[in-house]
């Protein structure tokens, strides 16, 4: 039995079946999965450097801007934008019909939110780089944002297409809480969000917010029995490969039936 890994969980609300394909209206519901070469290990898009992990951010992140297969950009959660003559500031009128996954509103004070985040040194992201032109991010009114450079930039409107510069709720962002590890506190305004985490131990020890999240089902893989008797309602144990016991959490670590299941708290390390 093979446990499928964050990546091909992370949907859940998209079905891609030869049926949805024919359909002319897309129907809400079913499961996207898709196979990668290593398991992503941060879906915080302004702070992941890894191309697999890019590949699911972009199903519930979105950008700025959108880019064409030709090269060119479109509008996107920007329905439009203006460039001054001297290239220096960027104007975007943006769509006021988009909510972030936890309820809320994207709006321009939301853009500002994210560009301030990314930029501040404290949060030390890997996005900072193309923003080094970006001298500041002004709220003109509730639905257009300017973006103030101090030299021109050819690369700005780039930046502003990518992934790594996607929207993230302000919410989340002020509480810095899920956004390596992913699940319901991961919210974007993209198309696929998480009802299932699949905790795996190089992900899961991110963020110790797992080990407060509710509303959100935990699919834990690991062997800190501590953390599965603290969050598990019903225990899997196996070993090489092999299934050898299951039940529920309180019964499976107060009286173990399984030989492999009685070791396993002997071999914890003692302090």
Known sequence: ??????????????????PALAAETPVPGGHLTWGVTTEPVCFDPHRSSQQNAFIAICHYIDSLVGKRADGSYSPWLARSWTVSPDGREYSFALREDVRFHDGEVFDAAAVKANFDHVRDPRNTTNTARPLLSLDRVEVVSPYVVKFVLNRRDSGFLEATSSVKLGLISPKRLASGEGLCSG????????????????????????????QARRGTALLLI???????NDLADRVL???????????????????????????????????
């Not at 690991?222 to 599965?228: R, W, Y």
């Open 1 to 18: 039995m093979s446990l499928p890994t964050l990546s091909k969980v992370l949907a859940g609300v998209l079905l891609l079946g030869a």
């Open 222 to 228: 690991s062997h800190d029995l501590a953390v599965v």
């Open 183 to 210: 699940g319901a506190r991961r919210a974007g305004t993209g198309p696929l969000s998480s009802r299932l985490i699949v905790c795996d131990e190089p992900v899961s020890a991110l963020d110790i917010g797992v």
């Open 237 to 271: 144990v196996f070993q090489a490969g092999k299934l050898v016991e299951q039940g529920a959490a309180e019964t499976v670590f107060a009286t173990p039936r399984h030989a492999y299941t009685r070791e396993l708290p002997a071999a914890l390390p003692r302090i």
